[in-house]
Structures are given as C-alpha cells and as structure tokens.
C-alpha cells in the first residue's frame, strides 16, 4: 500500500508542487517588475481587469500569486478595492490554463522537455558568462525595461519550461497509483459516501487545498485519478469544485493584519468562490454533460468541468461590479481612513 500508492502519490505531488513553484518564480522574474504598473493601467474598468487579471494569472500559472499582489498593492494604498473586483474574477479564469493543459495528458513529453530545456538554460548561462550583460543593455538590446540581458531572459524562460515539464512528469507519477489505488478499502470507502452524497468529494478538495496551499495540484491530482479510471468524473468535478472553495485559506491568511480594503479584497474572493460553488454543487450532472460535449476522456472532463465552472461564475458576477455600491464603499473606506 504505501509503496504502490501513498509514495508515488505524495512523490507525485512533491514534483507538481516544485515545477509549479520553478515557473511561478522563473515568470515572476521576467514579468514582475511590470505587475504593479500594469495592474493600475488595466483596472479602469471590472471588464477590463477580469479580462488583464486572466491573461496575467495565465502567464504566472498562480492566482494565489496575483490575489495575493493584490492585497498587498491595496494594503499599502496603491490600488482602490474598486478595481479589484474585476481582477479577483479573471484570477479564476486564468488559473484554468493550468488545467486545461493537464488535462490534454502530456505526460509522455516531460523528459525530453525537461532535458531540452535544461540544455537551453546552461547554454544561456554559458552565453551570459562568456558575454557581460552590459554589452546587450548599453546597445539597447535587453530583453525589456525590466532591465534583463538576452541571456538572462533564455535562462527564465528556459526554467518555465523545466517547471512545466516537472508538473507533467508529477501528474504522470500520480497517474500511476491508478491500478492500486482502486483496490485500497479506504478509497473505495470514500468513493462509496461521495456517491451518496458529493458534498463529501467538495469537502476533501476544500481540505486537500488548504492543505497544501495550491488548487492546481488538488486538481492535477483529480484529472490524473480520473484519467486513470481510478476516479468517476462526477466525482473529481465536485473536488474540482471544492477547491476553489480551499484556496481562499492563502488569501485570508495575506489579508491578516492588513488594511480594511485589503480583507475586502479578501472576502470578496472568498465569497465569489463559495457562492459559485453553492451555485454548481446541485449541478455536477449538467456540468458533466457540457463537459462530455467537448471531450469525452474522463480527465479532460474533470479539467473542462472546471473551465466552465470558473468562466461561467465570473460572467454571472461581472454586471455586479459595476453597482454603484462599491463606489460609495471606496468613499467610506478611503486612503486616509484605511488604518482606522
């Protein structure tokens, strides 16, 4: 049991975790230094920063990371609640690219990914070395205003690469305990109640999330059981479902000690996210069948199950944010009053 199921599960996990981490930091150097701007130019309007937060969260592989950003910029007085409403729907979106991609089963490309991009990072590192960076800067070559040199930019882009074919080299791992993990009592204990009764399928999700602080890898590990056949559909959608629902925990915990706006932006994820979720909870069955309509592998039904979930809830709750109560809540809650 622990040899066959619980090692390559939490090995499995171990290396989705340390991928998804190596890209969040890889892209984090090569776009942070224009987050901050770009979020300022990209929220005059909720529509405007769904669509921007999305596109962003897509790139860093981590709405954690950009909700997160954006308490932090609230926090500290440089971005109103008011246009973080738009972006705390698009961080839901963006983050199904991550799914979407687990879901189209990979796997069989992690290795030579992962080595083609290694060899892309130490020729880099080589070129870098060979050629001082301020060569490519003082020509007006760098790669962008973030003030990286070519070399510097392949080696980042090169270590995204080496994080994702990690991801697809952990779900892979992960894929693997299908066989025996369908004979364990346990497992078969809880497939037996979440049939029952889903509610029990959406609360191991929420836990397992806030466990480990990442929805992407509760939800890798979902499309890859599912895809083993290991785990119905309906099944690893509610898990999907719930968490969404788990990974508010890492929000909450950055808004601890923050700002009055800062535990709004908060909450307001908290709430989205929940009420979504009451919302689709009765509905597994219909979402199942949309998502049978686009693929009918067990996997990509998990992974297209929470694309609709997550595009489908923000579009219900966009007209919303343009109410005239959020303007009267900034005036309320205005700068000069956030620490009282």
């Known amino acids: 049991m ?102 189209l089963q990979l796997g069989k490309l992690a290795v030579p990914l992962l080595c083609g991009s290694l060899l892309c990072w130490s020729t880099a590192v080589l070129w870098g ?13 760098s790669s962008g205003s973030n003030g990286l040199s070519r070399p510097q930019a392949v080696q980042y882009i090169s270590l995204v690469f080496a994080g994702f074919s990690l991801i697809l080299a952990g779900i892979r791992v992960m894929q693997s305990v299908g066989p025996w993990i369908e004979q364990a009592g346990l497992f078969r204990w809880f497939l037996d109640h979440a049939a029952a009764n889903m509610w029990w399928a959406f609360a191991a999700g929420a836990c397992l999330t806030a466990l480990v602080h990442s929805s992407a890898a509760v939800i890798g590990m979902a499309i890859s059981l599912a895809a083993a056949g290991a785990l119905p559909a309906d099944v690893g959608i509610a898990i999907v479902i719930g968490s969404n629902v788990g990974t508010c925990v ?63 809830s923000s579009l219900l709750v966009l007209p919303l944010c343009y ?18």
Not at 129 to 141: D, I, L, M
Not at 264 to 270: G, K, R, T
Not at 329 to 338: A, G, K, N, T
């Open 2 to 103: 622990f040899i066959h199921v619980i090692l390559p599960l939490c090995g499995g996990l171990f290396i989705f975790l340390g991928g998804m981490k190596l890209m969040e930091a890889a892209l984090r150097h090569l776009a942070g230094p224009f987050l901050t701007r770009w979020l300022n130019r990209a929220t005059v309007s909720p529509w405007r920063g769904m669509l921007f937060s999305s596109g962003i969260t897509a790139l860093l592989q981590s709405s954690t990371a950009v909700t997160v950003l954006t308490i932090g910029l609230v926090n500290a007085g440089l971005l109103t609640y008011g246009r973080t409403l738009g972006i705390i729907l698009g961080t839901n979106i963006g983050t199904c690219l991550t799914t979407e991609l687990m879901g």
């Open 129 to 141: 070395e060979a050629v001082p960076s301020r060569q490519y800067t003082s020509a007006g070559a």
């Open 250 to 312: 890492t929000a909450l915990i950055a808004a601890v000690g923050g700002s009055v706006s800062g535990k709004f932006v908060a909450w307001s994820h908290v709430l989205l996210n929940v009420g979504g979720a009451l919302l689709f909870m009765p509905l597994i069955p219909g979402l199942e069948m949309a998502a049978a309509w686009i693929s009918t592998e067990p996997g990509a039904k998990v992974a297209h199950a929470q694309t609709l979930f997550n595009v489908i």
């Open 323 to 340: 109410l005239p109560v959020w303007t009267r809540l900034e005036d309320r809650i205005s700068p000069h009053r956030i620490k009282h």
